[in-house]
Structures are given as C-alpha cells and as structure tokens.
C-alpha cells in the first residue's frame, strides 16, 4: 500500500458504496427536466437539450414532444460534492463513483461533459471494488 | 534534505485536508512549511494554496507568489482557490487564484480528500516524487 493510500484508509477502507468520490451520467436516463440544475447549490450543472416530435401512432393519437439531451456538464471545479442533484433526480440518471475527479491543469478541464460523466464506471458492490472493467451504462440500467 | 519543498499557504477550511496528508507527503520526502509564516518562499519548489482567497487576502497571496524561486510550481487546492467554488456570486473572494498568477494545478473538490494533494503533487513532480 503506498503512503496515499494509507492515509486514505487509516482509519480502514471506506465501503464503495458509502464513497462519494465523483459524480457519473446515464444519459439515457436523463429527461433534461433541469432539476438538478436549479437545485445544485453551486448552480455548476449546465444542460442543453432539444425538443423532438414523435407523430402519433395511430391516426386518433396525438403526436407527443419529448426533449432530448445534448450536452450535460457538471463543473467540478465549483461542486461542492453535496449530492443534492443525485438526490433529486427522479429519474436516477447521476451517481457516485468511488474515485475522485483528478487534478487538472486548467479549470477548463475540470469542467465534465457528457461524454467523461458517462464513461465513469457505476460503483461496484462492497468488496469488488476495482472490478469495475466490464461494466457498461447498459449494466448500470439493470 | 526533503525531494520536495512545498509552501504551504492555508486560507480556509481546505488546509485542514491538506495538512491532514502531510505525514503521507513526509514518507514521499515532501515537506509542508507554512507559507504565511516564517518560511521563507524562496526555498519552495511549489505554493500550495489552500481554501478561499478573498480580495483583502490577495495582495498578501501575491506577495508570497512574488518571493517564490523562478521554475517554482503553483497548486490550487479546493473548489475555492480553484474558481471561488461556492462563492462563485460573492464579490469578496477571488474567482481562483488564476486571476493573480498562473496554476500548474488544480484539485477539484470541497474539500477534496487529503490524498488529492499526494496524487497532484506526485503527478506534477513524477521526476522526483512521483518516482518512489
């Protein structure tokens, strides 16, 4: 065990599943119903979407509009890692993932997109920590 | 004689973390001298700055930046020194410390775990430190 790590579990190993390390997206769990964006404290979430039309499946139905997510950016460099948006989301899209959001050499780079919430691996149950290969946004879902 | 020389500038809560991994950081050969003390800069190889810089702490934080050695090495620790954080509305404090000298590095989190600093500072310094 390096001295890092031993200073990170002296007084022994967190449970995975109690780490709040960072923050991770499913996007195809998100609505982009923006309320984790007015909840966040710190205001460092940052949503884009689009409405689309789905026509209606029957010639009585009627044609539905359902917004679609484009870009979701949560702000690392302000998050406070309170966990108000992984509360509040109904829909479950956000998470904690046992590792932290690593230092960055700009403030840019600590902004993370949709792209790099996503690829963060949900947590693993208690013991397989590390295990994580494999696991997909598809397994998540399960 | 330490690998590494740090300036440790605690402004905020943030500094109770990162001292928090200074005994981590002495098994690297890192030490912590306190920068808002009777260390003297000029012997650092890297400023850690640690928590909220207000605009009243920024002449002082300038100061200390000035006395550094050329080639010394800038660490904002916390979501404060990084981009005000949580005061991101507030006019008294410094929207990241960018804004008065550059920063080689930047460790999100509020406060960001004590072992954040040993992972930056092993990143930035993966010559020496980063090595064992």
Redesign the interface.
Same mark, same amino acid.
């Given at each position: 065990m390096s001295p890092a790590e031993a200073a990170e579990t002296s007084a022994g190993p967190l449970p995975a599943a109690r780490r709040r390390g960072t923050l991770a997206l499913i996007p195809d769990k998100c609505t982009s119903c923006m309320i984790c964006v007015r909840e966040c404290p710190d205001w460092c979430i940052h949503i884009e979407s689009h409405t689309e039309t789905i026509p209606a499946p029957t010639p009585r139905g009627r044609a539905r509009t359902v917004a679609v997510l484009d870009e979701f950016v949560i702000d690392m460099g302000h998050c406070q890692h309170c966990g108000i948006c992984v509360e509040v989301c109904p829909f479950d899209a956000l998470a904690w993932v046992a590792q932290a959001a690593p230092a960055e050499a700009s403030t840019a780079a600590l902004r993370h997109d949709r792209e790099r919430l996503a690829g963060l691996l949900p947590q693993p149950p208690r013991g397989t920590e590390g295990a994580t290969a494999g696991n997909t946004a598809e397994e998540a879902r399960r | 004689m330490p690998l590494l020389r740090v300036l440790h500038v605690p402004v905020a809560c943030c500094a109770l973390e990162s001292l928090? %991994?200074a005994?981590?950081?002495a #098994?690297?050969g890192v030490e912590l001298a306190d920068g808002l003390g009777e260390s003297d800069p000029a012997s650092a190889d890297v400023m850690v700055v640690s928590g909220t810089v207000t605009h009243a702490m920024a002449a002082t934080l300038r100061e200390v930046h000035a006395r550094l050695p050329d080639g010394a090495r800038v660490?904002a620790f916390g %979501?404060c020194a990084?981009?005000?954080?949580?005061y991101?509305d507030s006019p008294t404090v410094v929207q990241?410390i960018?804004s008065l000298f550059p920063v080689?590095?930047?460790? *999100?989190?509020?406060p *960001?775990? *004590?072992? %954040?600093l040993? #992972? %930056?500072l092993?990143?930035l310094f993966d010559d020496t430190v980063g090595r064992r």
């Amino acid at each position: 065990m390096s001295p890092a790590e031993a200073a990170e579990t002296s007084a022994g190993p967190l449970p995975a599943a109690r780490r709040r390390g960072t923050l991770a997206l499913i996007p195809d769990k998100c609505t982009s119903c923006m309320i984790c964006v007015r909840e966040c404290p710190d205001w460092c979430i940052h949503i884009e979407s689009h409405t689309e039309t789905i026509p209606a499946p029957t010639p009585r139905g009627r044609a539905r509009t359902v917004a679609v997510l484009d870009e979701f950016v949560i702000d690392m460099g302000h998050c406070q890692h309170c966990g108000i948006c992984v509360e509040v989301c109904p829909f479950d899209a956000l998470a904690w993932v046992a590792q932290a959001a690593p230092a960055e050499a700009s403030t840019a780079a600590l902004r993370h997109d949709r792209e790099r919430l996503a690829g963060l691996l949900p947590q693993p149950p208690r013991g397989t920590e590390g295990a994580t290969a494999g696991n997909t946004a598809e397994e998540a879902r399960r | 004689m330490p690998l590494l020389r740090v300036l440790h500038v605690p402004v905020a809560c943030c500094a109770l973390e990162s001292l928090a %991994a200074a005994s981590a950081l002495a #098994e690297l050969g890192v030490e912590l001298a306190d920068g808002l003390g009777e260390s003297d800069p000029a012997s650092a190889d890297v400023m850690v700055v640690s928590g909220t810089v207000t605009h009243a702490m920024a002449a002082t934080l300038r100061e200390v930046h000035a006395r550094l050695p050329d080639g010394a090495r800038v660490v904002a620790f916390g %979501a404060c020194a990084s981009t005000g954080g949580p005061y991101w509305d507030s006019p008294t404090v410094v929207q990241g410390i960018q804004s008065l000298f550059p920063v080689d590095r930047f460790v *999100p989190g509020c406060p *960001p775990r *004590p072992h %954040a600093l040993v #992972e %930056a500072l092993t990143d930035l310094f993966d010559d020496t430190v980063g090595r064992r």
